[in-house]
């Protein structure tokens, strides 16, 4: 098979949410290197961990070294700035945190970070125009540090927990830059039918947080039922078939919370969850 009739099977990239691998407990640099030789294209890890890198003597220029001389880039990162809350002063400082973040993911050549609804998700009957403002506010952070906040659908909150609720957010926001991470399980649990991806434009999902979940009802199914792609019953084939008609070519970013594969060895949990990953890709357009 040609290079062109393999990439037209395999339209996607593959990232590795460090999450998968998360209570190994290792550094930043021996995350990075167990992504490249699982063979991931990029990384997206965690704010604290690249915090605690910093805090321990390491150099994040070094780590943006390391990163390009595993040919790995990081399209995004997971951080937890209370952004959207209504309490003025806890906002504020959820800015200060989201600024300091993204300085951070900068530091290591990384282009966006994660957004979700952290403090309201227990709240119902917001208002949009409002959460719209308020992600308008750090869109423009994002502009002064050159890192893009993706507004997260989390399925298990009142706030953001659908695709739609989170689309209309952003494009009343009415940032050029607004843009969406979405997640298979994540969609499932808060109700969004994963068709609904068809009204998007891949132009505005740049990363999206694959994973499988088994047959389990969404109001008890819980992150840590997530599986390797494949493994569960989540539509994946016509998802995949749906997001490359709109236009997406972006990253498949792994993203498992399965204790089962926490006492397994690190790197084989990453080299099974790409391999089956890709296997998931090539069988929806085979």
């Not at 390797?228 to 993203?255: H, I, Q, T, W």
Request: hydrophobic content about 40%.
């Amino acid at each position: 098979m040609s290079a062109n009739a393999a990439h037209a099977k395999e339209p996607f990239h593959y990232s590795l949410n460090t999450s998968t691998i998360r209570e190994a407990k290792l550094p930043l640099d021996k995350l990075i290197e167990i992504a490249a030789r699982a063979g991931y294209h990029a990384i997206e890890p965690w704010i604290d961990e690249i915090s605690a890198y910093k805090a321990h003597g390491g150099s994040l220029s070094d780590i943006k070294k390391t990163l390009e001389d595993h040919n790995l880039t990081v399209e995004s990162a997971i951080g937890f700035a209370e952004w959207i809350v209504d309490d003025d002063t806890r906002r504020k400082h959820g800015l200060e945190i989201m600024k300091r973040d993204m300085d951070l993911v900068a530091q290591i050549g990384g282009k966006r970070v994660a957004a979700p609804p952290l403090g309201c998700t227990d709240h119902e009957d917001r208002d949009l125009i409002k959460i719209a403002e308020r992600y308008r506010a750090i869109c423009d952070i994002g502009d002064e540090t050159g890192v893009v906040p993706q507004l997260e659908v989390w399925g298990f909150s009142k706030t953001l927990n659908r695709l739609g609720t989170a689309t209309a957010v952003a494009i009343e926001s009415h940032h050029p830059k607004a843009c969406i991470l979405a997640d298979v399980y994540h969609l499932y649990k808060g109700g969004t039918d994963h068709a609904a991806i068809r009204f998007l434009h891949g132009d505005v999902l740049h990363v999206l947080h694959v994973n499988d979940y088994p047959n389990l009802p969404r109001e008890t199914i819980t992150d840590a039922d997530r599986v390797y792609p494949g493994d569960g019953v989540a539509p994946l084939s016509a998802f995949y078939r749906d997001l490359k008609a709109v236009g997406f070519n972006g990253y498949l970013s792994l993203e498992l919370f399965n204790h089962e594969y926490y006492k397994q060895d690190p790197l084989h949990v990453a080299k099974t969850g790409l391999q089956k990953t890709r296997e998931t890709v090539r069988k929806a357009f085979s």
